[in-house]
């Protein structure tokens, strides 16, 4: 538990694959020139894994093939409440010409400059989902976190 009252819970996989498919936005964690970078991305969950749209000439180049981290979130600092969902995976070029245009019909955003005529795909290797809400507070799955002082039904 947290000094301000606030309690993390390890969410499920599929909690948290329900929870980023109602996000847009997140994070891409790779590694350039051996630095850690991050980069800010419009994303959409396909079946199960994340989906990019780039410029591969861009920044986002030096990801085909790699091993990237991607986190989402939503937080609330008035509440202290939220969920963040963390993956791991390998990040490859979308290359299938079905498969392309079906992901351009998605209509999914780019923040690049260049022409963002690529994909990438991002399968979810480790996957790790927290959702923090303060105590006595409902979250978004119906569940009513117990105060400190209530009793926990087993």
Not at 28 to 36: D, E, G, L
Not at 39 to 54: A, Q
Not at 69 to 96: H, I, K, N
Not at 108 to 134: M, V
Request: glycine residues 8%; aromatic residues 6%; contains cysteine.
């Amino acid at each position: 538990m947290h000094p301000n009252g606030a309690a993390p819970k390890q969410l499920t996989r599929n909690e948290s694959l329900r929870l980023l498919a109602t996000e847009d936005t997140g994070r891409i964690i790779f590694t350039r020139r051996a630095m850690p970078a991050v980069e800010l991305v419009h994303f959409t969950l396909d079946n199960g894994d994340i989906v990019i749209k780039t410029d591969l000439s861009g920044s986002l180049a030096a990801t085909r093939g790699a091993v990237v981290a991607f986190e989402a979130d939503r937080l609330d600092a008035t509440d202290q409440a939220g969920w963040s969902v963390t993956v791991v995976g390998c990040s490859r070029e979308v290359t299938d010409p079905v498969e392309i245009g079906r992901l351009q019909r998605i209509g999914l955003r780019s923040w690049t400059a260049g022409e963002p005529a690529h994909f990438l795909r991002i399968s979810p290797e480790l996957l790790n989902g927290q959702r923090l809400y303060a105590h006595g507070e409902v979250n978004d799955f119906g569940t009513r976190h117990p105060a400190e002082s209530e009793p926990v039904d087993a």
